[in-house]
């Protein structure tokens, strides 16, 4: 089993839910979401993130409309659809509740091993 | 310098060096290879294709710029390799996907390995998809060649012909069945330069070594030659020389089977073309009501539409067809692009449809001809025994058709305008009969699907005819109702005439005659424009020329007379008089007499 392969489940498994909650305010293109992303360190290539974008789009949580760009070509800027709302909400009980859970846990843990 | 190649990247304008277009192309064509359809790759593939464009258009600081390997190096590196691209399914899919499975064994794909061939490369091929060392697959190979008797031969060259070779490093890469990733083809053409500059430099040395050893066998047999050297040079000079067998084989087999392929592609291809006309040229008749072409529709007593026929005879006939178009054109062109599995059973499936829907019409038709019954109507009439019976049939231009011809159904409008169907299928049958009336029977004969059907058919014939004094006057057409359908409707006029009585049938009775008397049929085609006199079951012709027909013989002798001439045997004795003349033998002596003169042969010299 290899560290990597743990890691990389590890922040795929939210990303899904960190896509979403950059998206929950505003809308923003790909660039942006990634710049995000990128600076949380949860991404570290960017390929990763569109196969994400179009499964969320085709799932309904996601829509897109172009906007034209002045340096390259057209951008697509991404906005959460009320189905998104509601599943973002669900995740964000879900993510605390993980959160509080994984905590406990951990902290537990290394209480024993002190 | 470097030659630059213009892209278009999502709308947007490129100067690229060749060698960074190439890595970029195979860079999207991996991450391309990442995805399925079903996860939306085209819709991946323009985002991406979006972003880099962007991020180029970023490293761009003028028009003029060129993009390099550099900056496509960096552009990879922020965009991860294909391996980045693959989402763990397993975590974000709602439902398993029986996908996943295929993708971790990445499917193989048959192809001619020409790195490790010995001939044509079809044995490493084989073995790389089988997963098997390729010597095992030669053994077989060598063993089913022998003992096939040489047919194993022929199919190792179809494999050849057919099998496209390895020639791009994706298809080297599906041909092993290793995944088809940028490390791995980066791999891959390493190993490539590898093995060809390895090649090259063993060519290279193999030429110099076996001109060299070439001269030194000749200057010198005696020298001692480097065994190993040799055993190289064996191996090295057999792959060459298989090489080039292989290829003039290889190319002849190419000419042959392009060849055939083009004759598979002209036959597919003419057959389906006379396939679409027939089925324009029958299928409209349908909708635009030509007079006359509707025959078809008539004929069709089983009542399915000739539109649906002819289109089962076209899906019927035409889909082997065109697959023999298809396989002419695979045969062409190596990698032809499959047309799909969809596509292929959907045509089987319509090709079965047609067979079976064929066969039904067949069978519906056939069940039309269950049934055969006749309608008989009889009419006595009385004649004078001294008299003499004339039978003509009543010509009748009415349908514009005096030429007779068995089973001539034809389509016409009668006086009121009415669709009928007419035939000219009557018979006359004479027969001798004792009472003093002669009676003359029409029996009306039509098929049907069952009896009922049958007997109103017949009944639905309509025939005339008519007995005017001593002559009889018959029509020589039936006619009925178009709806009634062609069914095989049938005549036959059975005359009883009296014993005694002299008839005469006129001239036009000739051909609804039956061509010899039998048992039950008196008159025949050659009594006609005669008078014969009506016996006891035969007739006797008053003025036909006398017929010869002698022949009398047993084992050994015999006399024959006829209009042939004269022919007699006595044992080994014999005589023949013809037009020819006459030649008589025996065994000491033959004669013959001919144009050519008097000829006598004599054993005795």
């Not at chain 2, 179809?158 to 099998?163: G, I, Q, R, S, T």
């Not at chain 2, 064996?234 to 392929?261: C, E, H, L, N, P």
Request: aromatic share 10%; hydrophobic share 40%; net charge negative.
């Amino acid at each position: 089993m290899k560290i990597e392969n743990t890691k990389a489940q590890m922040r795929k498994g939210v990303l899904e839910y960190c896509i979403l909650s950059v998206l929950k305010d505003d809308d923003a293109y790909v660039a942006e979401i990634l710049d995000t992303l990128k600076d949380a360190k949860l991404l570290v290539v960017e390929g990763t993130i569109y196969p994400l974008l179009t499964r969320l789009k085709n799932a309904g949580l996601l829509n897109y409309r172009w906007e034209e760009s002045t340096s390259g070509p057209p951008r697509k800027y991404y906005g959460l659809t009320e189905t998104g709302k509601l599943f973002l909400k669900e995740l964000n009980t879900t993510w605390s509740e993980l959160q509080n859970a994984v905590n406990l846990v951990t902290r537990k843990k290394s209480n024993k091993n002190e | 310098m470097n030659k630059t190649v213009n892209i278009n990247l999502a709308g947007i304008f490129f100067h690229i060096d060749e060698d960074a277009y190439q890595k970029l192309q195979r860079y999207l064509e991996a991450i391309k290879r990442s995805f399925t359809d079903s996860q939306g790759r085209s819709e991946i593939i323009s985002d991406i294709e979006a972003r880099i464009a962007e991020l180029f258009s970023e490293r761009v600081k003028h028009d003029k710029q060129v993009i390099g390997a550099k900056e496509v190096d960096e552009v990879i590196s922020i965009m991860g390799q294909p391996e980045d691209y693959l989402v763990d399914d397993e975590i974000f899919e709602d439902e398993p996907q029986p996908a996943q499975k295929r993708k971790s064994s990445p499917s193989k794909k048959l192809f001619r390995d020409t790195d490790n061939s010995y001939i044509g490369g079809v044995a490493s091929g084989l073995g790389h998809y089988l997963g098997i060392d390729a010597v095992w697959i030669r053994l077989i190979w060598l063993l089913l060649a022998i003992g096939s008797g040489g047919t194993f031969i022929f199919i190792y060259i179809l494999f050849w012909v057919l099998v496209p070779e390895a020639v791009t490093t994706a298809d080297k890469l599906t041909m092993t069945g290793e995944p088809v990733n940028i490390s791995n083809i980066e791999k891959k053409i390493k190993d490539g330069f590898d093995s060809v500059s390895e090649t090259v430099s063993d060519v290279a040395k193999n030429v110099s070594d076996s001109v060299s050893g070439a001269a030194k066998n000749v200057s010198n047999a005696a020298k001692k030659v480097d065994i190993k050297k040799q055993g190289n040079n064996i191996k090295s000079s057999s792959r060459t020389f298989f090489d080039a067998i292989g290829d003039i084989i290889m190319f002849f087999f190419t000419v042959f089977a392009k060849f055939v392929g083009i004759l598979l592609m002209i036959v597919g291809a003419s057959a389906l073309i006379a396939l679409i006309i027939g089925l324009f040229s029958l299928g409209v008749t349908n909708f635009i009501h030509i007079p006359g072409l509707d025959l078809v529709d008539v004929v069709n007593a089983g009542n399915t539409p000739i539109w649906l026929v002819s289109l089962l005879a076209f899906f019927s006939i035409g889909i082997p067809f065109f697959f023999l178009f298809y396989l002419g054109l695979k045969i062409l062109v190596n990698n032809l692009k499959s047309i799909g599995n969809i596509a292929k059973f959907t045509l089987l499936g319509i090709w079965i449809l047609s067979i079976i829907g064929l066969i039904i019409v067949g069978v519906r038709q056939a069940s039309e001809h269950a049934f055969n019954e006749r309608v008989v109507e009889k009419q006595e009439f009385y004649i004078a025994p001294a008299d003499t019976l004339k039978i003509k049939m009543a010509h009748t231009d009415s349908f514009g058709n005096s030429y007779r011809n068995h089973n001539s159904f034809k389509f016409a409008r009668n006086e009121n305008g009415d669709r009928i169907i007419y035939s000219s299928d009557i018979e006359i049958v004479v027969k001798s009969t004792t009472d003093s009336l002669a009676t003359l029977s029409i029996e009306k004969y039509a098929d049907g699907r069952d009896y009922e059907k049958a007997i109103e058919r017949a009944k639905n014939i309509s025939y005339n005819y008519s007995i005017n004094g001593n002559e009889v006057s018959l029509d020589d057409y039936l006619t009925t109702e178009a709806k009634n359908k062609f069914s095989d409707q049938e005549v036959d006029i059975i005359l009883y005439l009296p014993e005694g009585i002299i008839a005469n049938f006129s001239n036009n009775t000739k051909s609804f005659l039956n061509y010899r008397t039998y048992d039950g049929n008196i008159v025949s085609t050659k009594h006609a424009n005669h008078y014969v006199k009506i016996k006891q079951d035969e007739v006797e012709c008053l003025d036909c020329p006398t017929e010869i027909d002698v022949d009398i013989h047993n084992d050994n002798n015999g006399i024959k007379i006829n209009d042939e001439g004269i022919e007699v045997k006595v044992d080994s004795s014999s005589l023949k008089i013809n037009r020819n003349g006459v030649k008589a033998g025996s065994p000491e002596v033959k004669v013959n007499i001919d144009k050519n003169g008097i000829q006598v042969k004599s054993d005795n010299t």
